[in-house]
């Protein structure tokens, strides 16, 4: 069973940078079921939303539209990480932050929670004016 680990939230001003971490472990056969590794965001009293997602064997990533330009999403084999780096971070990127899995592939319904098995606890950004 894969285990999903968030770090690296924090609070920064507006137009600062953050970089999220997600470690899965549990074993070399779990992490290789891993297909789809995606970030989501939560905010209070908002439904949970697609922020970006990679597939992890040819590194296909898909990015909401609110975060293009201005996410990153990257994964570290060596590490078994799921990385996102957020720049130019806006009062409205304000939420709790959680990472996802799944053994399919990303593809258009990558934003979909219904899709994803494994989750992570989350980890909070907090962005101020």
């Known amino acids: 069973q894969v285990l999903l680990v968030e770090s690296g939230g924090g609070s920064v001003q507006a137009g600062g940078s953050l970089r999220l971490s997600c470690a899965a472990s549990?074993?070399?056969?779990?992490?290789?079921?891993?297909?789809?590794m995606t970030w989501f965001r939560q905010a209070p009293g908002e439904e949970r939303e697609g922020v970006a997602a990679?597939?992890?064997?040819?590194?296909?990533?898909y990015y909401a539209d609110s975060v293009k330009g201005r996410f990153t999403v990257s994964q570290d084999n060596a590490k078994n990480t799921l990385d996102l780096q957020m720049n130019s971070l806006k009062p409205e990127d304000t939420a709790m932050y959680y990472c996802?899995?799944?053994?399919?592939?990303?593809?258009?319904?990558?934003?979909?929670?219904?899709?994803?098995?494994?989750w992570g606890q989350g980890t909070q950004v907090t962005v101020s004016s």
């Open positions: 996802a899995a799944d053994w399919r592939s990303c593809g258009v319904n990558w934003s979909n929670v219904r899709k994803y098995t494994t």
């Open positions: 549990g074993g070399t056969y779990w992490i290789n079921w891993i297909n789809c």
């Open positions: 990679i597939t992890t064997d040819n590194r296909s990533t």
